[in-house]
């Protein structure tokens, strides 16, 4: 076995918590080899590295039909993805103005939702450092800076080896790849997807939904979003939910923030917009189910060092009493190729057997349960004001 250096000193402010809390682990391959390559024998580690070749996408397996009727009952017909015009948009990967008719139409409708939004001050960019007072500040319930959670708030499955899976950032150019290895495993994912990739390829958002993967929502243009005014996070969060509604037909109820930046504030809009919040587990201060997947891309990361992690990961995930999940991405091809050649082949052979299906699976409610429209507010009815 090959082992990917690391091309770059690390700076110490890109390590996440996991990372650090790994580092003394020893290097190794997974404990289990890759039982269920289909036809992806995994790529040489030492392949997959920052500044890889590219290897080929595959043809999505399904294309979804203009009109079709999806399984999920009271969903209406598939739209036609051809008819989206990105001129209806705002610009991608930039945070939307927030002075158009429609975000104030849906400052409006979060005014007027019963919801009270709380003071909490804007914070600066740059995370916990930069941010010190924000961060010791506990009644802001601030996730990114020691966990603090609400009970509003998912983090975890309710029982014991239950995986949510969960990837986040696309729908992108691997995308396929992995939807492909899913399908060929019988699996089915949540994907938190950026507004301004449903734009570039509402054809694999379709597939991912006709699928039966659960879709839910990460902002338009993935901005850190306790560092926006309320009304930014109303427009991020409100033109994400209207993309996915124009290509599918039907709305999340589910929101992952970026970075996992969330206080009660940004709590509180989610909510009052219809979208339960959720992050990824985390066993102490400092340490999250974070894979560091999305890091391998950028050359700040190996790919060992993803591997060590994931390991690091199911070492604790199988002696907890409740399931858990994971952080990782479809965005980038090295993402895609350590999921579906390493990750998921590993958690697949695991005894004894994981669980895995999408988060509101794991949670026990039907998949009708994560749209709004096709919620019949039963077994998760929205959030009330005050829940938190
Ligand atoms: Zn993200």
Redesign the pocket.
Known sequence: MTYVKQHRHQPRHVQSPLVQAVEHLPRHPPRHPPQHPPHYPPLPLASITYNQSSLATVPLDTTAVPGAQPTLAGAPPLPNAALLSPSNYPALDLPPPTDSQLVQQWIQDVANSGFSIPNIPVNSPGGCPNNTAAAADSTRCWWTCGGCTRDTDITTCPNTLQWGLTY??GPAYYTPNLLDYLDQTNLKSTF?V?GSRVIEFPAILQAEYMGNHQIAV??WS?TALTTQTNEEIIAELGWSKKVIKDVLGVTPNMM?P??GDIDDRVRAISIAMGLTPVIWTRISPTATFDTGD?NIHGGLISVQQVLNNWEYIIGNATSMSNGFIV?E?D?FEQTVEVATGYILPDALAHQPPFTIEPVISCLNKPMTDAYIETNDNKTNPPLASGTF
């Open positions: 986040d950032d938190f950026v990460h902002t993935h992952r970026p970075y999305f952080l991405h965005l």
